[in-house]
């Protein structure tokens, strides 16, 4: 959408992350397709940054990604976050099905999908501390594979989770998804999920999660 359109436009907005966050690239993706600068303040859990004091005043619980609102208040939660920048723009429909619709795929990113997607990323590629063939990393793929099978259910036939347009339903989904490969997931046999990710990533304002210097 145009960046002066949205009613965040020109209002300072600081997210408080990590490198390679995945919770934390919701926000950046959004950021980008809405058109809303981001000053970033990036923090290294290895060199326990968020252990604190100074980190456990941005967020007593001690998780990126935390956004630093016009308000001045930290927002914490990446799915909070989605909300406050979407709402009065097309990314948080209206409508009240929609916009439980959305709430319905947020709940089941944090419930059913993040977890899986994002601890064997984590244990395999970011810390290298587990193999990919771990029975503690196949457990992790088990339960994603579920979850990826409900959403290829759901993506055939339609572009967007929600509706006919994006919503921060697809930006919520789309980090751990599109990252999946490095946790020991192959979902290549899921055909409508790799159209879908192939669509977000041809939107305008798509954001990488390592932006060229
Ligand atoms: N439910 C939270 C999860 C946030 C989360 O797990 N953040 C990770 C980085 S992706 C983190 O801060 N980990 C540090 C820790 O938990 O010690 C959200 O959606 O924002």
Avoid at 3 to 14: C, D, F, I, V, Y
Avoid at 47 to 63: C, H, M, S, V, Y
Avoid at 117 to 136: V, Y
């Amino acid at each position: 959408m145009p960046p002066t359109s949205h009613p965040l436009a020109g209002k300072p907005l600081e997210l408080a992350d990590t490198l390679r966050s995945g919770n934390a690239w919701k926000i950046r993706l959004a950021c980008g397709y809405m058109g809303l600068a981001l000053i970033r303040r990036t923090f290294d859990i290895v060199q326990g940054d968020l252990e604190t004091d100074a980190f456990a005043r941005i967020n007593p619980w001690r998780q990126v990604p935390v956004l630093l609102t016009p308000e001045g208040e930290w927002l914490a939660e990446s799915q909070a976050i989605l909300w406050y920048l979407a709402q009065g723009t097309p990314w948080l429909p209206a409508g009240r099905l929609e916009q439980a619709q959305v709430s319905s795929w947020l709940s089941f990113e944090q419930t059913q999908h993040m977890h899986a997607f994002a601890q064997p990323r984590l244990l395999i590629h970011l810390r290298r501390t587990a193999q990919m063939d771990d029975p503690a990393m196949k457990a992790w793929r088990e339960i994603g594979m579920k979850a990826a099978v409900l959403m290829d259910a759901h993506l055939a036939g339609r572009d967007y989770l929600v509706g006919t347009a994006p919503t921060i339903a697809d930006i919520a989904l789309f980090p751990y998804t599109s990252m999946a490969a490095e946790g020991g997931y192959d979902l290549s046999g899921f055909a409508h999920i790799n159209a879908w990710l192939a669509r977000m990533r041809a939107l305008p304002g798509f954001t990488p999660l390592f932006e060229a210097a």
